[in-house]
């Protein structure tokens, strides 16, 4: 498969990312490029901003699943590349550019190369938040087509291009969004006697909620607490009012997720009563950790090991989240990642990675797929 056309696409899509459940401009661009194709075998239904593809088989058994999520996150690029993001504060920074585009390179592929079952393709919007994988789980489309097995990947900056990797059941964590607001008594900078400051709850705050994972969690059982955003205060010399703390609880197993959670409320409990603030909790979106089923993966390891050009590493967990662990829980089958040698990880303005993989991709999931369809 000549590989161009779809690095025309991946940067094309780089250029317009859009945060969750606003992705218009690239649903578009999706609907524009699948219109163009072959449409004797397509069937495409939209979803909010998300598309439901499906290619009829010829003498359908099942139907094969593949999962692409569309959005990006709210990072301004640093990367200076000709094709950068034309989004002010807006970037792929999380691959997803490179998701869309190897999907479109599999339906490509698929409505010229029939094979008997139909192959049902996901383009998710939200997967950074708040989440669009459970509310397409409960459509009539996906209720109609519902795949009896899904694939996804996700882009890997740590790995060489030619390189994937997974493992059977747990490759992701289960995730909670945090959002906590802190109201005390603003004032004066000059008169702190008069108020009840919440830059110095907030802090306070933060610092202990670092004994959370240190203290409250199995050591043998991994979970992350991390405060990404913190907001308070209007200008210098005036005492803040109001903080809130931003940020994502990670952990391996759902019982720590219910223990990290009694922790950060007693001690937001703890500051409301020290500091003479009210607070509040919100937890956001919540993503079920990712467990691939052990057959499938074992089985797309066994094949992938077979490939000239590929190296297969069986990872360990990852605490990233996912909300492809929704769909995992209802269907068979599993995520992998692909390497795409980046300098800079997920989530770095200056994310880069290596366009070769697409083409990686493509052929390993075309073969994959003709493989189960047989
Ligand atoms: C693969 C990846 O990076 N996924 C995101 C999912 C975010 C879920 C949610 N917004 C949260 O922060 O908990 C990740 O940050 O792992």
């Excluded at 906590?180 to 008169?191: E, F, M, N, P, R």
């Excluded at 050591?219 to 931003?246: H, Y």
């Excluded at 800079?344 to 369809?373: F, R, V």
Aim: hydrophobic share 40%; aromatic share 8%.
């Amino acid at each position: 498969m000549d590989s161009t056309t779809f690095i025309k696409i991946r940067r094309d899509l780089h250029q317009i990312p859009e945060l969750g459940f606003k992705e218009f401009k690239t649903q578009a661009y999706l609907i524009d490029y699948l219109s163009s194709l072959p449409q004797d075998t397509l069937e495409i239904k939209t979803w909010k901003t998300g598309i439901f593809v499906r290619i009829k088989g010829r003498n359908p058994k099942k139907t094969i699943g593949y999962r692409a999520d569309i959005d990006g996150l709210p990072i301004t690029e640093g990367t200076g590349l000709e094709f950068k993001s034309l989004h002010e504060g807006q970037m792929h920074a999380c691959g997803h550019d490179f998701h869309m585009s190897i999907a479109l390179g599999l339906i490509s592929y698929f409505v010229t190369h029939p094979i008997d079952d139909h192959l049902l393709f996901i383009f998710q919007p939200a997967e950074e938040g708040p989440g669009g994988a459970e509310p397409m789980l409960k459509t009539d489309i996906m209720q109609e087509w519902k795949p009896d097995m899904i694939i996804a990947l996700h882009i890997a900056p740590e790995y060489p291009v030619g390189t994937i990797a997974t493992k059977e059941g747990l490759l992701f964590a289960n995730t909670s969004e945090l959002f906590i607001d802190l109201v005390g008594k603003g004032g004066h900078a000059a008169y702190p006697h008069q108020t009840n400051d919440m830059v110095v709850a907030a802090c306070a705050l933060v610092n202990q909620l670092q004994s959370v994972v240190s203290r409250n969690v199995d050591p043998l059982d991994s979970a992350v607490v991390t405060i990404g955003k913190i907001t308070g205060g209007t200008v210098q010399n005036i005492i803040a009012e109001a903080a809130r703390l931003e940020g994502t609880i990670r952990t391996l197993s759902v019982e720590s997720m219910a223990r990290v959670k009694e922790r950060i409320e007693a001690l937001v409990k703890g500051i409301e009563v020290g500091y003479q603030c009210k607070t509040s909790i919100d937890y956001g979106a919540m993503y079920h950790q990712v467990y691939n089923n052990e057959e499938l993966a074992r089985d797309f390891i066994a094949f992938a090991e077979e490939r000239e050009n590929i190296d297969v590493i069986v990872c360990k967990e990852a605490m990233t989240g996912e909300d492809f662990g929704y769909m995992l829980k209802q269907i068979p089958g599993f995520m992998f990642w692909l390497g795409v040698n980046s300098d800079h990880g997920l989530h770095h303005a200056k994310l880069d990675p290596d366009e070769d993989a697409i083409k990686t991709a493509i052929n390993l999931l075309t073969k994959y797929i003709e493989y189960k369809s047989n």
